[in-house]
């Protein structure tokens, strides 16, 4: 498997696209996590208030909450690092490189295990480096910085990994249909952007039930939008169950349609 | 012989049309063998399926006779088509993941970049080669696990005729060193050339297997030409030499009957009183053998 993933790299170390986009990724989470007080700082300057509450006392970086707060941000910036598993796939049919892989004597399913296992590597470092940025920004901010406090919800970390592979996964099995690099980010933008989030308002208006299956909003549920709890609305701090197995359904639907295009296809 | 390579009724269908039909084949160890066959005759199709790239819809086929996973093809060195590698890789890097692919030591980078004549320019991105250098990059590739079996397919196709002639040395040498080699062209006399033994495909069937050194043991073609072509082909019609004659521009061309010597021949005319201005003895070659099969092929 080691060996599956060091292939990866060797086919990525100098691709200056996989690097500026990894940058990108990297540098806008960070920016947005630092920011976080000056963005409340700025807020109370303005004279913004919550009954009577000034916004700068929200505890956004306590260990309690900085975990699911960093979580959902690092998803909603999903779309840099889904366009490095576009890169890393398209690539291949581009070049064709994909048919000499199997001629060199490469399996199918040794293909799609470096394929996956670069998906894997993608998100756990991604979830690295949010645990990174929440230890500092919580060592520098956080009232309370007992190792209970920081356990308490670092199940976020893991669960951001989690949901960023599930998106990965998709992405792949988008790439893999299409084939061409630029139509695959098209496609993965308006259906991200558009398409999923306008069919879930209509659905959900009607059938609430219907609305939450659809992919992308059963994966964007495992980490529940955190901040509303800062203007006292319900808002759970915990991964659901039933949020999960959702979300880890489609994961397997994607999972075997990739495995499935790799294995019957003619290359 | 050991065989190399054994096909079994292997068959590819790509909708209703069926691009290689129930396929027999064997290669022996050592042997340089030619794939002919006219465009779209099933040639890159068995090469595919023969790499893994295609999957086939029934048949079998067997490397080394011995257990079949995608293992065997570490020990093909193969090259299809076009040169395929990482454009915005340097050729060491490329070679890199070919050899990580193949699980060869990458001391043999240098090794191979040296023998196709690309050290020097190892560091360059594959996007700055030539059409040339990418297919010498692909050899180095095919060679880096020091393959039993080497695998090409139109080699040559648009390459300058310093490249074709490049080509055409190293797959020479390639065999002299005893390894197996699998041609496929459409190029006759570069098989003639460099094969030991051919086979022919047509609409995805083998409709000829056999060596090229017994193509000249065949009979003799003869193309003659005379200041009096009535007489010349009078004496032709008449006489029992001639096989069959047709005219072709001012002289004819007629294949000799069994048995039948050159020097009889042109006794029978001298005695006859015709006049050569033209005599010319064409061995069969490939090209005829391979036109005449297809023709056979047709009618039937």
């Known amino acids: 498997m080691l060996r599956l993933v060091k292939l990866e790299f060797l086919k990525l170390k100098t691709n200056r696209a996989f690097w500026i986009l990894l940058?990108?990724?990297?540098?806008?989470?960070?920016?947005?996590?630092?920011?976080?007080?000056?963005?409340?700082?700025?807020?109370?300057?303005?004279?913004?208030?919550?009954?009577?509450?000034?916004?700068?006392?929200?505890?956004?970086?306590?260990?309690?909450d900085i975990w699911q707060n960093l979580a959902w941000l690092g998803y909603f910036f999903k779309i840099f690092p889904a366009l490095l598993i576009i890169i890393s796939v398209t690539n291949e049919f581009q070049f064709k490189t994909h048919r000499q892989n199997i001629i060199d004597g490469l399996s199918r399913t040794e293909f799609f295990l470096s394929k996956l296992s670069f998906a894997i590597f993608l998100a756990l470092l991604s979830?690295?480096?949010?645990?990174?940025?929440?230890?500092?920004?919580?060592?520098?901010?956080?009232?309370?910085?007992?190792?209970?406090?920081?356990?308490?919800?670092?199940?976020?970390?893991?669960?951001?990994?989690?949901?960023?592979?599930?998106?990965?996964?998709?992405?792949?099995?988008?790439?893999?249909?299409?084939?061409?690099?630029?139509?695959?980010?098209?496609?993965?933008?308006?259906?991200?952007?558009?398409?999923?989030?306008?069919?879930?308002?209509?659905?959900?208006?009607?059938?609430?039930?219907?609305?939450?299956?659809?992919?992308?909003?059963?994966?964007?549920?495992?980490?529940?939008?955190?901040?509303?709890?800062?203007?006292?609305?319900?808002?759970?701090?915990?991964?659901?169950?039933?949020?999960?197995?959702?979300?880890?359904?489609?994961?397997?639907?994607?999972l075997f349609g990739i495995f499935w295009q790799l294995k019957r296809r003619d290359f | 012989m050991e065989n190399v390579l054994e096909i079994n009724s292997l068959t590819k269908k790509f909708g209703k049309i069926t691009a290689v039909d129930s396929l027999d084949l064997t290669v022996e160890k050592g042997s340089v063998f030619g794939i002919l066959g006219p465009n779209g005759s099933g040639k890159s199709t068995t090469l595919g399926m023969l790499l893994g790239v295609v999957n086939p819809a029934s048949g079998s086929f067997k490397w080394f006779q011995g257990e079949q996973t995608h293992k065997v093809r570490r020990r093909i060195g193969a090259i299809l088509e076009s040169p395929c590698f990482y454009h915005y890789l340097s050729a060491e890097n490329n070679l890199k993941v070919v050899a990580e692919i193949k699980q060869?030591?990458?001391?043999?980078?240098?090794?191979?970049?040296?023998?196709?004549?690309?050290?020097s320019r190892k560091n360059d991105p594959f996007k700055n080669y030539s059409l040339g250098m990418k297919q010498r990059l692909a050899i180095a590739s095919a060679l880096l696990s020091n393959p039993e079996v080497m695998i090409l397919d139109e080699p040559t196709n648009g390459l300058d005729p310093q490249g074709i002639a490049d080509i055409r040395d190293l797959i020479i040498d390639l065999a002299n060193e005893g390894r197996t080699i699998i041609l496929a062209s459409h190029l006759l006399d570069e098989v003639q050339r460099i094969c030991t033994d051919f086979a022919v495909l047509r609409l995805g069937k083998k409709i000829f297997q056999g060596k090229v050194a017994d193509l000249d043991q065949d009979k003799t073609n003869v193309e003659v030409g005379s200041d009096d072509p009535e007489k010349l082909a009078a004496f032709l019609s008449d006489s029992h030499f001639a096989a069959s004659f047709r005219k072709e521009g001012s002289n004819f061309k007629l294949a000799l009957k069994p048995g039948i010597e050159i020097t009889d021949f042109h006794r029978a005319l001298i005695a006859s009183g015709i006049v050569l201005n033209r005599l010319q003895i064409n061995t069969n070659t490939l090209e005829q053998k391979f036109l005449q099969l297809l023709k056979s092929e047709s009618n039937a």
């Open chain 1, 23 to 64: 940058g990108i990724y990297f540098v806008a989470l960070l920016l947005i996590a630092f920011s976080g007080g000056a963005i409340l700082q700025y807020l109370e300057n303005q004279g913004v208030t919550y009954r009577g509450l000034s916004p700068v006392i929200l505890p956004i970086y306590d260990f309690e």
């Open chain 1, 127 to 254: 979830a690295l480096v949010i645990l990174i940025i929440g230890l500092i920004l919580g060592f520098l901010n956080a009232s309370d910085t007992s190792v209970d406090a920081i356990l308490y919800n670092a199940v976020f970390i893991p669960a951001h990994a989690y949901q960023l592979l599930l998106y990965f996964l998709f992405t792949m099995f988008l790439a893999l249909i299409i084939r061409k690099s630029a139509f695959t980010i098209m496609v993965l933008l308006i259906y991200t952007l558009m398409i999923e989030p306008i069919a879930a308002g209509i659905l959900g208006h009607f059938y609430p039930l219907i609305g939450s299956l659809l992919p992308l909003q059963a994966f964007s549920s495992i980490v529940a939008f955190p901040f509303t709890r800062y203007i006292l609305l319900e808002t759970p701090d915990y991964i659901g169950l039933v949020e999960f197995l959702k979300a880890t359904g489609w994961g397997f639907v994607f």
């Open chain 2, 104 to 119: 060869v030591d990458t001391s043999r980078i240098d090794v191979v970049l040296d023998r196709v004549g690309l050290l």
